[in-house]
């Protein structure tokens, strides 16, 4: 038998307003019926809304009221807040944090494109891994939204894990990989002890497109290096060349 689930006012109102709505079609419920199901299924924050109802209220009066406090728009700001905040937990699946970010951008952004929320969702995401170097991984992927995100992200763990199973990464591990009080990880160079820092707390968080360009100039850095140093073994080796001849002429 078909049952309208139950609505607290933490999830999307809309949501649970178009299953109302679809149940009512189906089951062709009556006024009566609605306001029955309708009442029957607030429970909580959302279900303090019917104390003080007149007998003679409708079901519209019920949704105006519901609209008023947990309408989505109203609770916009509070979802993106609650975004921008959102940080994967140590026992938390990346499948959970894709769910979580899904829901919260559906709910801050009820009226933006599908271009704006595939871009704030994916940031969101990177951001909310609170992982540096899983971060870095998925940004180097370039994914353009959510889904790619997750996908590199899932790779990324799986090929580390299936490495770390075959011993392959125990070492590294060791000597790269560190904990915080946290317990998330953090490179550090080898044979270097890390240090805590006690302004780490205040420091600002850099988002995701500012990591990015990060890598992007450190990676340029990286080359311009490398060419720097074959110019100077071609030159050391054009003067060892060179050599044998100004002996040859003084004799």
């Not at 420091?203 to 850095?221: M, V, Y």
């Amino acid at each position: 038998m078909l049952k309208l689930p139950c609505y607290t006012g933490t999830d999307s109102l809309e949501t649970f307003l178009r299953k109302l709505n679809s149940m009512r079609q189906y089951l062709q419920w009556n006024e009566d019926d609605a306001m029955y199901h309708l009442c029957g299924s607030l429970e909580g924050a959302a279900g303090q809304v019917l104390e003080g109802l007149p007998t003679d209220a409708k079901t519209t009066d019920v949704i105006k009221l519901l609209q008023t406090r947990f309408g989505t728009k109203l609770q916009a700001e509070r979802f993106k807040a609650e975004l921008s905040a959102r940080r994967r937990q140590p026992d938390k699946t990346l499948q959970h944090l894709y769910r979580e970010i899904n829901r919260l951008v559906s709910l801050a952004h009820p009226t933006k494109s599908t271009d704006f929320t595939d871009h704030d969702s994916k940031e969101a995401f990177i951001r909310a891994l609170n992982n540096g170097p899983l971060q870095l991984e998925v940004m180097k992927g370039e994914p353009t939204n959510l889904e790619d995100a997750l996908n590199f992200a899932t790779k990324y763990e799986a090929y580390k894990s299936s490495l770390v199973s075959q011993g392959a990464l125990s070492q590294m591990s060791a000597d790269m990989l560190i904990s915080d009080d946290d317990d998330r990880p953090k490179w550090r160079s080898r044979g270097v002890h890390a240090v805590k820092d006690a302004s780490k707390d205040t420091a600002p968080q850099l988002s995701a497109s500012e990591l990015q360009d990060w890598l992007a100039q450190a990676t340029k850095g990286i080359a311009a290096l490398a060419a720097q140093s074959g110019e100077t073994d071609k030159n050391k080796s054009g003067a060892k060349k060179s050599s044998p001849s100004k002996k040859n002429s003084g004799a």
